[in-house]
């Protein structure tokens, strides 16, 4: 078996990368390819847990005119119906997976126990996280660096649309500098859009490093815990 860099890791999928091209609802051709990628990781031994966004069902600027935490719930579904795709495409895959909600709903899911969690990890199951924090005001993306604390990964893989953190948006400034390496205070001092800078926050203060990588390659993840240098390592 090769030896790998990351024992535990946690995955943050957003909603749009589960979509597809199209950016809405489930793709199956690309669920089935990240799904793949997550078998090989777990082949590997590596213990798998997965934060899922909601973007593809519901994004909070369509609610502009609804009451923010009304909103906010309605996302929070949204990443319950992506952590049940997700873990019917990797159960159809032979991996054992248990899906926990940061809001009680027993008859589709565990409820959020860190222990519980640890556990399943533990015992080779894939375990995905919905609901985000279960708070309204919260991103899914704070909601990786607090599940990602307490389950103590080693790593984030935080898969993106584009291939790293740039000084720019490079689909909007072609002169924007792709950064290999960046800490997470040049990160805020430069107001770089990767995380929300609550979970950027969280990630400086608790010393978790993140990955971010293009999810357009969903093999990237596997050569990442094999310790190849892929996307923007930041610490």
């Not at 990767?194 to 293009?214: E, H, Q, R, Y």
């Amino acid at each position: 078996m090769p030896e790998i860099k990351y024992k535990r890791v946690l995955l943050k999928l957003s909603g749009e990368a589960i979509g597809g091209k199209e950016k809405k609802g489930v793709d199956a051709e690309t669920l089935g390819k990240i799904c793949d990628q997550v078998k090989n990781m777990v082949d590997l031994g590596v213990q798998v847990a997965i934060v899922v966004g909601g973007g593809n069902f519901w994004r909070g600027r369509y609610g502009h005119q609804m009451e923010r935490t009304t909103s906010d719930y309605m996302g929070m579904l949204a990443t319950v119906m992506n952590g049940l795709a997700l873990q019917d495409s990797l159960e159809a895959r032979g991996l054992a997976t248990r899906l926990q909600t940061a809001i009680e709903m027993r008859q589709i899911a565990e409820p959020y126990i860190k222990r519980k969690a640890i556990k399943h990890l533990n015992e080779g199951r894939v375990v995905i996280f919905a609901c985000g924090t279960g708070n309204p005001f919260f991103t899914t993306d704070t909601a990786a660096a607090l599940r990602s604390a307490e389950i103590e990964a080693e790593v984030i893989l935080l898969a993106k649309t584009i291939d790293g953190v740039y000084s720019a948006d490079p689909k909007e400034d072609k002169n924007a500098v792709k950064y290999d390496e960046i800490t997470y205070l040049d990160i805020l001092n430069q107001d770089l859009k990767v995380m929300d800078s609550t979970a950027t926050s969280l990630c400086k203060d608790n010393k978790i490093p993140l990955i971010v990588f293009g999810i357009d390659e969903p093999e990237n993840m596997v050569k990442i815990i094999k310790g190849e240098k892929i996307g923007t390592y930041i610490n």
